[in-house]
């Protein structure tokens, strides 16, 4: 069973940097893709950015393109996302999801596992 724990969330001022880890466990992550979702409250929860494990091929949202950059350490089997000039709209529960695929969904229901989530909220 693929489990994922996010940690990393906090809160910060505008103009600051998170960094966000995903630690996956198992599965051998070679063929999966992994993403970073959020959800702020009332509204659905957005696609951020994704990953494909094998190749490290990355996909953003235009609202986190320029700003945040995804990652993975093969030998932790962590995910990350660096998130720099952070905003108040930045301001959500950050999501680390896996599917086992070639190819990268940029869509929730394209994910199979989820984390719990953690808190990010900016202070404006």
């Known amino acids: 069973q693929v489990q994922l724990v996010e940690s990393g969330g906090g809160l910060v001022q505008a103009g600051g940097s998170l960094r966000l880890s995903c630690a996956a466990s198992?599965?051998?992550?070679?063929?999966?893709?992994m993403g970073w979702f959020r959800q702020a409250p009332g509204k659905e929860r957005e696609f951020v950015a994704a990953i494909r494990w094998i190749g490290g091929s990355t996909y953003y949202a235009d609202s986190a393109k320029g700003r945040f950059t995804i990652s993975r350490d093969n030998a932790k089997n962590t995910l990350y996302l660096q998130m720099n000039s952070l905003k108040p709209e930045d301001t959500a529960v950050y999501y680390c999801a896996a599917k086992q695929s070639l190819v990268v969904p940029t869509t929730s229901a394209g994910y199979d596992y989820w984390g719990q989530g953690t808190q990010v909220t900016v202070s404006s």
């Open positions: 198992g599965r051998t992550f070679s063929r999966y893709a």
